[in-house]
T-cell receptor, first 108, second 113 residues
């Protein structure tokens, strides 16, 4: 079974800071998902990656397949980015395995 | 529909009663997951349906939990003889197929009193 580790568990940043959240996994995968969950809110998908890098607005996600590692970057962070960010990995038809999440607080 | 729909959004039930939670996936999505999230905790896998394959039930915490997916579309998660520790948000996620983007429902908040 894949083990997914996220770091840090908690992160507090000042508005405008560049933020990096990391995700490592133990077994080769076919896809990695970055998800966002606002307090009291539902889960939304930010990215699905199988290789390389994706960018959407101020969010950038990268994955290194050889190192079994992915990073989620937020540029020019804003208080509305405050949420839990969750990494999930999948291989073939096996169930997605989730990390425990990184709780981000961005202070104005 | 446009997204994954779950019902009810909230359910309060008495200990010992049975409950049924429903998930309407995005049309055409073959992969469907049930997860639960207890207060302040991460996501706990419950069950996974992929097309016509036998479901992966390895995450179900006890035999009080069961799920089915009729016609490859709507899924129901049934919890029999509910216990207080069953209180959680139950989330459904669907994918077009494995290895594609995951879409989550808003969840059903179950409270067992």
């Amino acid at each position: 079974k894949n083990e997914v580790e996220q770091s840090p568990q908690n992160l507090t940043a000042q508005e405008g800071e560049f933020i990096t959240i990391n995700c490592s996994y133990s077994v080769g995968i076919s896809a990695l998902h970055w998800l966002q969950q606002h307090p009291g809110g539902g889960i939304v998908s930010l990215f699905m990656l199988s290789s390389g890098k994706k960018k959407h607005g101020r969010l950038i996600a990268t994955i290194n397949i050889q190192e079994k590692h992915s990073s989620l970057h937020i540029t020019a962070s804003h208080p509305r980015d405050s949420a839990v960010y969750i990494c999930a990995v999948g291989e073939g038809n096996t169930p997605l395995v989730f990390g425990k999440g990184t709780r981000l607080s961005v202070i104005a | 529909g446009a997204g994954v729909s779950q019902s009810p959004s909230n359910k309060v039930t008495e200990k010992g009663k049975d409950v049924e939670l429903r998930c309407d996936p995005i049309s055409g999505h073959t992969a469907l997951y049930w997860y639960r999230q207890s207060l302040g905790q991460g996501l706990e896998f419950l069950i996974y349906f992929q097309g016509n394959s036998a479901p992966d039930k390895s995450g179900l915490p006890s035999d009080r939990f069961s799920a089915e997916r009729t016609g490859g579309s709507v899924s129901t998660l049934t919890i029999q003889r509910t216990q207080q520790e069953d209180s959680a948000v139950y989330l459904c996620a669907t994918l077009l197929t494995s290895g594609t983007e995951a879409f989550f429902g808003q969840g059903t908040r179950l409270t067992v009193v």
